[in-house]
């Protein structure tokens, strides 16, 4: 069987590489041959030139690109990222080609950094740490080898000293709402974690089943009813043309005064760019 050739831009598991390499002769270009923002569009468009398959990463192929490859006689494009904003849709088509990508492929990093950010916000962690490391809130040193005796240990007194005076001590997460703004792969991992912490989930996303959305024991609701309700809100929205610069001055005119906003998607397409602030 004759094997056809690879343009390799993104590392794949070495088991999967295996397989692959019986089926193709590979050529390893872009960033996993240059490394991480060392790669321009015209480098990968001229090392992948001639490769019936290309597989990328990070890499930019705009319209120019993909044409030249499709004259060149690529067959197929795959890109690694979740949602491949980084390639020309319209010139992939006007090729006649389909795009292969990987949604959802980062959907346990993405949510446990959101739930991290969540906790970071709610009690106040950056502040804190920020405080401590400048000296503030410290009192005489003390040997934490000959720690005292004491059965009811108190942080206090609340003097000029004490951080609470401050930054105050947050809030549990337990018994909040959580709005979630796209309940794809993403928004439902963060769902996940978050009923762990015995939070309440409204969901908005007018592109899915509702009776899927309750079968995760969350709550499907319409878009003013997350922001109104919502002490926090966390944004999991694709790029896609009737999402971008979706949240506004009219966006936040809808939550709390107390809300917190968490955004982990891509913030040029979802805000925008005049409201900001």
């Avoid at 939070?199 to 089943?209: H, K």
Wanted: overall charge negative; proline content about 4%.
């Amino acid at each position: 069987m004759e094997k056809r050739k690879m343009a390799l831009c993104t590392p794949i598991p070495e088991d999967k590489l295996a397989f692959i390499k019986e089926q193709c002769d590979i050529t390893i270009c872009g960033e996993l041959k240059h490394g991480k923002g060392n790669v321009t569009e015209e480098m990968t468009r001229e090392e992948c030139m001639g490769n019936e398959l290309v597989v990328l990463g990070d890499e930019y192929a705009g319209a120019d690109t993909i044409k030249a490859w499709a004259d060149a006689g690529m067959k197929f494009l795959g890109v690694a990222k979740g949602t491949p904003a980084t390639v020309d849709y319209d010139a992939i088509a006007d090729a006649g080609l389909q795009l292969s990508y990987t949604p959802g492929r980062n959907r346990v990093a993405v949510a446990e950094f959101t739930i991290g950010l969540m906790i970071a916000v709610a009690r106040r962690m950056t502040l804190s740490a920020a405080g401590l490391m400048k000296g503030e809130h410290t009192s005489e040193a003390c040997d934490i080898y000959d720690v005292p005796d004491v059965k009811n240990v108190t942080f206090g007194p609340l003097d000029e000293k004490h951080p609470f005076v401050d930054y105050g001590i947050g809030f549990e997460l337990y018994g909040k709402k959580l709005g979630i703004a796209g309940y794809g792969a993403i928004g439902r991992e963060v769902a996940v974690r978050a009923k762990a912490f015995g939070m309440e989930i409204l969901a908005y996303d007018p592109f899915l089943d509702p009776e899927k959305i309750k079968a995760d024991g969350a709550i499907p609701v319409d878009l003013d009813t997350m922001l109104a309700e919502s002490d926090i809100v966390s944004i999991h929205l694709p790029v896609i043309p009737s999402t971008k610069a979706t949240v506004n001055k009219d966006w936040f005119s809808k939550m709390k005064k107390t809300a917190i906003l968490v955004n982990t998607a891509r913030a040029y397409d979802s805000f925008h760019q005049g409201n900001r602030q």
